[in-house]
């Protein structure tokens, strides 16, 4: 979900196919299934119009070429639940100045 930083709603993302696609994986072994990430959905419908601050919520640290496209949407932070299994990523973010937060929450807050 991308958010301004006055916190007004954006466009959410997800994984998953072309608009009208079936949503079935080419492959289930990570990194093969095909599908489009769910940071270039959000950022597909994102208003570059708006001058602000973005500000996006991910489950999952992005992967490399997510980073890239972040850092070229002027995204300012990134807040996420958990890392990707390559974090690599995040040290692109970081490196252009982009706030990383890991976003720690357990079911008993």
Same mark, same amino acid.
């Given at each position: 979900?991308?958010?301004?930083?006055?916190?007004?709603?954006?466009?959410? @993302?997800?994984?998953?196919?072309?608009? @009208?696609?079936?949503?079935?994986?080419?492959?289930?072994?990570?990194?093969?299934?095909?599908?489009?990430?769910?940071?270039?959905?959000?950022?597909?419908?994102?208003?570059?119009?708006?001058?602000?601050?973005?500000?996006?919520?991910?489950?999952?640290?992005?992967?490399?070429?997510?980073?890239?496209?972040?850092?070229?949407?002027?995204?300012?932070?990134?807040?996420?639940?958990?890392?990707?299994?390559?974090?690599? @990523?995040?040290?692109?973010?970081?490196?252009?100045?982009?706030?990383?937060?890991?976003?720690?929450?357990?079911?008993?807050?």
């Amino acid at each position: 979900m991308l958010l301004p930083i006055t916190k007004l709603f954006y466009p959410s @993302g997800y994984n998953g196919d072309e608009r @009208g696609g079936t949503n079935k994986p080419d492959s289930l072994e990570p990194g093969k299934s095909n599908f489009i990430h769910a940071e270039v959905n959000a950022v597909t419908k994102m208003n570059y119009s708006d001058p602000r601050s973005r500000k996006i919520y991910l489950t999952h640290s992005p992967c490399i070429v997510c980073a890239k496209l972040l850092v070229n949407a002027k995204i300012s932070q990134v807040v996420y639940a958990n890392e990707y299994r390559d974090t690599k @990523g995040l040290d692109i973010l970081r490196s252009h100045g982009i706030v990383c937060e890991h976003f720690h929450r357990t079911w008993d807050e």
